[in-house]
């Protein structure tokens, strides 16, 4: 029989707090079992160099009758894993969680009652962030632009913890987009979506896998993926400036008529010229992301390729590592 509930986890270089997760992890789906919801967990793992992916076997040996493994040929970055467990669920509600438990697994149980009124999207919201000051200004600052530029209200865009309704995630699994934000997109397909408050917690063990430049990289990702309003701003800057430089150039002619040409307004020039040269740059880069995402979506490769899938069968056999 197909479960209620799917929890997807994309694991990359988890070996240090696996452990960890399912000490917690099971026991909280267990308790929602004995209340009658159904469930099963899909780890993806994302090409981890180290142990993790002997872990996640002896994982699924230990529970086959609730736990499948993807395996990643390589490392594709941690949507394509969500997308990648997407396409292995079989519940009517799926559930993401980060595999360093940040996001404590017992909340999974208050987002599955969220669900069960006739959401189709339960988003979540860290009541107390436990990530250093610059991450979470870094955050609320991303949030805001991006919600004026897409349109797409979501609190706490950085919260793994996320249910999704069946409906949700059978149109995501017909998307083909090379670079995605997966969250977003969910919300785009929503009929009626939420979000709820819940805990956060330290990382259990080891490091963060997003530096600054991912970061940066996903909110790129976010903002040239879901809306055209970037070009469109630069667009109208440029006109703007284009009718700034005329009236300077203007200005400048008549004022080396009337008071005739004086060398002192040289560094202004070369100030304006400066600045302009910047906001141009800047526009090629611009448009250069767009570009950018044209060309991997036109050359049609694979967004990820799947090594194998640890799972038992309905023959009661299993495959494993």
């Not at 594709?76 to 894993?81: C, E, F, I, K, L």
Request: proline letters at 3%.
């Amino acid at each position: 029989m197909k479960p209620e509930l799917s929890v997807v986890i994309p694991v990359y270089n988890e070996e240090s707090g696996l452990s960890h997760l399912f000490a917690r992890l099971y026991p909280a789906l267990d308790a929602l079992a004995a209340r009658g919801v159904t469930y099963e967990i899909i780890f993806v793992n994302d090409g981890s160099r180290d142990n993790t992916a002997l872990i996640l076997a002896d994982q699924f040996r230990a529970r086959p009758d609730v736990t499948r493994v993807v395996l990643f040929n390589g490392n594709y970055g941690q949507h394509m894993a969500i997308l990648a467990g997407f396409q292995a669920t079989r519940g009517e509600i799926i559930v993401t969680l980060d595999a360093d438990l940040q996001n404590p697994p017992e909340e999974i149980g208050a987002l599955v009652e969220k669900m069960r009124e006739g959401y189709d999207y339960v988003g979540s919201i860290r009541r107390k962030r436990q990530d250093a000051a610059w991450r979470t200004f870094a955050s609320k600052l991303m949030n805001h632009v991006r919600e004026k530029i897409t349109r797409i209200r979501i609190t706490d865009q950085g919260n793994m913890l996320r249910a999704y309704g069946r409906n949700v995630i059978d149109l995501i699994n017909q998307c083909t987009e090379v670079n995605t934000f997966v969250p977003a997109l969910a919300y785009t397909f929503a009929r009626k979506p939420t979000e709820i408050t819940v805990e956060h917690e330290e990382r259990a063990a080891g490091e963060s896998k997003y530096s600054i430049y991912s970061l940066i990289r996903l909110n790129f990702d976010l903002m040239t993926g879901f809306s055209i309003m970037p070009l469109q701003l630069f667009s109208m800057l440029g006109i703007v400036l284009s009718f700034a430089s005329a009236a300077l150039v203007v200005l400048l002619l008549i004022r080396r008529f009337v008071l005739g040409a004086e060398a002192e307004g040289l560094f202004t020039l070369f100030t304006i010229a400066f600045f302009m040269m910047g906001v141009i740059l800047f526009g090629i880069g611009l448009l250069g992301e767009y570009v950018g995402r044209i060309y991997q979506q036109v050359r049609g490769r694979p967004r990820y390729v799947v090594q194998t899938i640890l799972e038992k069968t309905d023959n009661d056999s299993t495959n494993v590592l």
